[in-house]
């Protein structure tokens, strides 16, 4: 009975898809995907249909063949032939329908087109652009964009920055690692972090600029080597048009200029001396190094070269820009000018204190705000910008369930300063005292009646609590605010006609603290403790001194308990004598001179059993936990951060004469991948797998003698956690020699062991 049925079913589908062949033939030109021959009636059925496209039933002596066109997802050239059935673009964004004319009308149909295969959504190319098949796209705001289709033959354009096919080898025949695995090897490369780098399985890619495509292995004595995968025969897609000025991050400047920032002459590209490199015309045939000119071919933030000189290995170049940018908006990193279209500075969290989503990434939210889409808007990390001239710097936010906010930046000719609002107020919907400085998303009164908006005149016309009249008062949106200090806490104006404006039942906040939550608001400096800024006091409350018995600061440490202290074990070289330390807590001086000041003894000191350079102290007696001093979070087990994120360190260290002396310092910079920073020309594989770098290539900025022992930690959602411990360096804000942190991911098992054993 079973066989009966699934051969009427059988015969039903064939005959259905005679049917609907031949309607649709009447439409468009549909050739057959598939054929099916019987060998007993020697007859052979065409079908529309194959499958990847529909379920098709099997029976005895009945053999299916299948049309290797509509089966390859690879292309050949153009990919003019391309009939797969990828349906979304190179950005992840899905395709809209040929037939279809929401939300873009179509000039490519599959009636003025019947032989381009314009079926469904699929990516095709029946215009035979140069760059491959394309789809328009169901996003409004952007009508069509390219597919990531690979190439059938297994080869690369260029330096294999856009290779896309399967090879998943080393030229030594190790197999691959998957990106999304740290096993055997923990890295930074994690494909979220990456989205435009089409990082899948553990195929061979080229995400950093390599002069080939490369993968980590699964051998544990190999980190990482390039994969052999040879040169493509077609040419090259066109590139875009150079330009004579810097545009982004200069990677299509096409001018002459052969001179770096501090007047070294540039060395030519295909020359070996003074300076040895892997950048030249050879590796990298498609980035224009001619003479020497100064270019970006591996994605650094600007144009540079390697120098003549032979004590500077290389340098950036200076480049105009085609943005012409007031040299106020240039300077100042917490105002901006006008709306804010010019604004360069590095905010990077919104009005109610969400962390701003980077511009290159896709993850929470999908845009199309990109460097690509506006090369004018420098659209760099995850800082506040402008790009579509808004009413003021604005981005996307971390928050999956927020797509975008303002930023928390004044205007620069505005006369009030910037509240320094507690941080427990940004993300919680509870208030401290009055509630003049909350600012969560409470809309709704103690009556249960939805907000009008600040911005709004309607349905009660108001003048003086708007926006635009207390810029400072977070009046974003039709959330509940107390911009005048009302005794009763955060209210609004209603959109019930009957009643003008009504208070907020919003909670009293809780009399406890959390880990890595401040309650004074971080400056957030991210300039060139070395150069970086004077904290706001107390805003990094799990920051302590280390000290000796007699009160003299020499290490840094962070509370990550209240009686107990992360540090680094070379602090604790001069003596195995807990006695031979103090711990201070709660201070912004380095003199320690303010009432909040905590101090404690050391009880016992636990140095990592494996010469790890990371340790704990507990305390005698646990600090008392307020708002100067409180615990900073810890990350998961073996996490690792981005090669992109953006962390801080803080301490009372050498500033070798750029200012701050004796009091808090901080300083912001990205993690550095250690694939990077094992380069010869940065550490040259000084970097254990147990380490991690960050600092700024160029230098300027860095952690220094008296940091030691110290905090790197980096803000995940609404609390930071505490990355690394300050180890090492090469000097201090030294170029090419960021500073090296131990990865405190690694040790959470053993200090977890020796808290709960002690």
């Not at 995968?229 to 040419?235: E, H, K, N, Q």
């Not at 975008?404 to 005292?433: A, H, M, Q």
């Amino acid at each position: 009975c079973l066989l009966n049925a699934m051969l009427l079913l059988l015969l039903l589908f064939f005959f259905f898809v005679q049917k609907s062949y031949t309607i649709r033939s009447s439409f468009a030109d549909l050739q057959p995907k598939a054929f099916l021959f019987t060998s007993k009636d020697q007859q052979c059925l065409t079908l529309a249909e194959n499958t990847k496209t529909a379920v098709i039933f099997r029976r005895t002596n009945a053999v299916l063949y299948e049309k290797r066109i509509y089966l390859l997802e690879c292309k050949e050239g153009k990919g003019v032939h391309y009939r797969g059935t990828e349906a979304k673009t190179q950005k992840g964004v899905p395709c809209q329908k040929w037939a279809d004319t929401v939300p873009h009308k179509p000039n490519y149909t599959p009636e003025k087109y019947p032989n381009a295969g314009l079926e469904e959504n699929y990516c095709r190319n029946p215009d035979g652009d140069e760059r491959g098949p394309w789809c328009y796209t169901t996003d409004p705001a952007t009508r069509f964009d390219y597919c990531n289709i690979p190439e059938c033959e297994e080869c690369m354009h260029c330096s294999g920055e856009n290779y896309h096919g399967v090879v998943a080898t080393t030229t030594s025949g190790l197999e691959c690692q998957r990106w999304d695995s740290q096993q055997p090897h923990s890295h930074g490369y994690l494909p979220e972090n990456f989205p435009e780098k089409d990082l899948k399985m553990n195929y061979c890619r080229n995400p950093d600029g390599e002069p080939r495509p490369w993968c980590f292995t699964t051998s544990l004595t190999k980190r990482w080597e390039y994969c052999d995968i040879p040169r493509c025969t077609t040419p090259p897609p066109a590139p875009a048009p150079g330009r004579q000025c810097l545009s982004g991050r200069g990677e299509d400047y096409q001018g002459t200029i052969s001179v770096t920032e501090s007047g070294n002459t540039c060395q030519h590209w295909s020359s070996q001396s003074p300076h040895r490199h892997a950048r030249t015309p050879e590796n990298y045939p498609c980035k224009n190094l001619e003479e020497n000119y100064c270019r970006n071919p591996d994605g650094e933030k600007m144009p540079w070269c390697y120098t003549t000189n032979k004590t500077a290995r290389w340098e950036y170049c200076t480049i105009p820009s085609s943005v012409d940018v007031p040299e106020q908006a240039q300077i100042s990193e917490d105002c901006y000018q006008g709306n804010g279209v010019t604004y360069r500075g590095t905010a990077s969290f919104t009005l109610t204190g969400k962390k701003c989503q980077a511009w290159s990434s896709m993850s929470p939210h999908r845009h199309n705000k990109t460097a690509d889409q506006y090369p004018n808007a420098d659209l760099r990390q995850n800082y506040c910008r402008n790009p579509d001239a808004d009413s003021r710097p604005w981005c996307y936010t971390t928050d999956p369930s927020v797509r975008w906010e303002y930023c928390n930046l004044k205007r620069c000719d505005s006369r009030v300063p910037l509240t320094i609002i507690s941080f427990s107020s940004f993300f919680t919907d509870c208030i401290n005292g009055n509630g003049k400085d909350y600012r969560g998303t409470v809309a709704k009164t103690t009556r249960g009646r939805t907000c009008q908006e600040w911005s709004s005149q309607k349905p009660h016309s108001h003048d003086y609590f708007t926006p635009m009249t207390h810029p400072e008062a977070g009046l974003d949106k039709n959330y509940c605010r107390n911009p005048d200090g009302d005794v009763n806490g955060p209210w609004c104006y209603t959109t019930d006609p009957r009643k003008a404006w009504e208070y907020c039942d919003i909670p009293k906040s809780p009399a406890q603290y959390e880990c890595g939550k401040s309650k004074f608001r971080p400056k957030l400096c991210a300039q060139r403790i070395v150069a970086g800024c004077i904290s706001h006091p107390h805003s990094w409350p799990w920051q302590i001194s280390l000290r000796t018995s007699y009160g003299l600061h020499f290490c840094g440490g962070t509370l990550i308990d209240p009686q107990w202290v992360l540090t680094a074990a070379h602090c604790l070289e001069k003596s195995s004598r807990p006695s031979a330390y103090k711990v201070y807590l709660g201070l912004h001086r380095e003199r320690a001179s303010e009432a909040s000041v905590q101090k404690r003894d050391v009880e016992k000191l636990f140095k990592e059993p494996h010469r790890a350079d990371i340790a704990l102290l507990k305390l005698r007696s646990p600090a008392i936990i307020n708002n100067h001093v409180i615990p900073v979070c810890l990350p998961k087990e073996n996490a690792v951060l981005g090669g992109r994120e953006e962390c801080y360190v803080t301490g009372w260290g050498d500033t070798k004469g750029t200012g701050g002396d004796g009091l808090l310092k901080e300083t912001g910079f990205p993690v550095i991948e250690n694939k990077i920073c094992n380069r010869p020309e940065f550490l040259n594989g000084r970097v254990k797998k147990h380490e991690l770098c960050a600092g700024n290539i160029h230098g300027g900025t860095d952690s220094c003698q008296g940091d030691s022992g110290g905090p790197l930690v980096c803000l995940d959602q609404d609390r930071f956690v505490q990355h690394g411990v300050t180890s090492w360096g090469l000097g201090c804000a030294q170029p090419m020699k960021p500073g090296v942190y131990v990865r405190v991911s690694n040790y959470i098992p053993w200090i977890e062991s020796i808290m709960e054993n002690n």
